[in-house]
């Protein structure tokens, strides 16, 4: 559980973006975890990560002011045969720094119930598209209360360096998220 002050910002607010949250990006984008495992492309300079925050609907979250952790909706879904998606899900993509990782900053006693929360105003259900053979991110896919719907095959996209392969898909129900429902995972 983290102790620190938990915050969320957008990647960029009229186009606007944070230097730290552009060095972030950069950072995260240089490291082969973050980029074996996410859509985020590689080894973006200064104006690509401007480009990168002002392209997507992304959000980071703040830990005493310091962005460490970044959640992107993707609302067109990549093809995900035979499985069994419920009309109006947004897939997820998300990351934490290097440092950051495993100290329990994005669980369920993280950040992650202020990011379903936000997520939760504008979707119903989120889903997690995690390589099989990505222990971490199926851990905390299922730690944070995600259902697994199954197993299948991502083709590559259009992305730099985006690879194919199995993956496990995992639906959170954002609804009892929402601010009125006052509960959480
Ligand atoms: C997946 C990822 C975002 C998790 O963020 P994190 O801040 O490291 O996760 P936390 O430390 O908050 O841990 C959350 C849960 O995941 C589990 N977890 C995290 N890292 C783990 C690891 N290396 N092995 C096993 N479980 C792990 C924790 O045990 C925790 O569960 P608990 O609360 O029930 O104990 C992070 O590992 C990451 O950035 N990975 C690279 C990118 C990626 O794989 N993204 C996911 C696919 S889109």
């Known amino acids: 559980m983290s102790s620190a002050v938990m915050t969320l910002s957008p990647f960029s607010q009229a186009g606007v973006v944070d230097d730290d949250v552009i060095a972030m990006v950069m950072a995260a984008s240089r490291d082969p975890v973050v980029r ?18 002002q392209g997507h609907d992304g959000v980071v979250v703040r830990y005493d002011g310091t962005p460490l952790v970044a959640v992107i909706v993707y ?5 995900l045969a035979g499985l069994a998606v419920p009309a109006g899900s947004v897939e997820l ?12 900053l ?6 992650w119930p202020l990011v379903a929360a ?10 997690s598209v995690v390589f099989s053979d990505n222990e971490p ?5 299922r730690s944070i209360g995600g259902t697994w719907i199954g197993r299948t095959y ?18 959170h129900e954002l609804a009892r998220y929402r601010p009125s ?5």
Request: aromatic share 10%; with cysteine; net charge negative.
């Open 137 to 141: 991110g199926q851990a905390h896919a």
């Open 93 to 104: 993509d998300a990351w934490a720094l290097a440092p950051a990782r495993g100290k329990g």
């Open 181 to 185: 429902q006052g509960t959480s995972p």
């Open 75 to 79: 609302r067109e879904l990549p093809p």
């Open 106 to 111: 994005f669980g369920k006693q993280g950040g």
């Open 118 to 127: 936000w997520l939760s105003q504008r979707f119903d259900h989120a889903l």
């Open 36 to 53: 074996g495992h996410s859509y985020l492309v590689q080894a973006l300079d200064e104006k690509g990560a401007l480009a990168y925050c």
């Open 154 to 171: 991502l083709p590559s996209r259009d992305i730099p360096g985006f690879r194919d392969g199995e993956v496990d898909v995992y639906v």
